[in-house]
């Protein structure tokens, strides 16, 4: 049985007294037994955000970390940091980060075994661009992202990958794609894991993001493969966020 897992995104918003301020409004309404419930700050959050969560059930990421451990690469955090201060997950290669921060699947991959070496849960990211989806290569295009960022992943560290199926076009655009287009591709992407791993795959959780509501969110909870919501928008407000977690 694969435990759902709701992960709001805060992308660069909320400063360190909002983030608090989210967290004391939140309270142990997203407490849930039979859901995970998580968020992922912007880096300068997490430290504050980790304190305050302690007494709730909500676990806590960041967005991006660098492969490396150390060294000259101005600007980044390493996994290790993110471990010094406990982080249970970091987002890799969304596509924001695919598309105004050159990440490719290459670096991708590198992050998600890195994370995978310190014991943070990577959310792995895919989706295709409105161009790719009319040009009917959807499912090309995730499965050559999902086969490059799971490359080298153990066998016993795969149910620790969270994979988050965003459809571009659907992030932020108020688009969601229908629970069956979303259902369709996540079916096919634990397809794709399952060429590799074998039964394996059925243990993997699988998320869908891309306008993620309170109004949609049972709907897509619904469909027989998806397995949680990565949610950007509509992950900033207290309520919302409650809501979401609490979908039935
Ligand atoms: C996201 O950025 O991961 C996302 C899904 O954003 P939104 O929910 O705002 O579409």
Redesign the pocket.
Known sequence: MRKPIIAG?W?MNKNIKEALEFVKEVGTRADRDDVEAVICAPFLQLKDLKEATKGTKIKVGAQNMHYETSGAFTGEVSAEMLQEIAMDYVIIG?S?RREYFGETNETVNKKVLKALQVGINPIL?CGETLEQREAGVTKDHVKTQILAGLKDVTKEDLAKVVV?Y?PIW????GKTATAEQANDVISYIREVIASVYGDLANEVRIQY????KPANVAEIMGQSDIDGA??????LKADDYVALVNFK
């Open positions: 995104n992308k969304h924001e990211c988050a965003e659907a992030i932020g655009t993001g891309g306008s993620v990565l949610v950007g928008g509509a992950s």
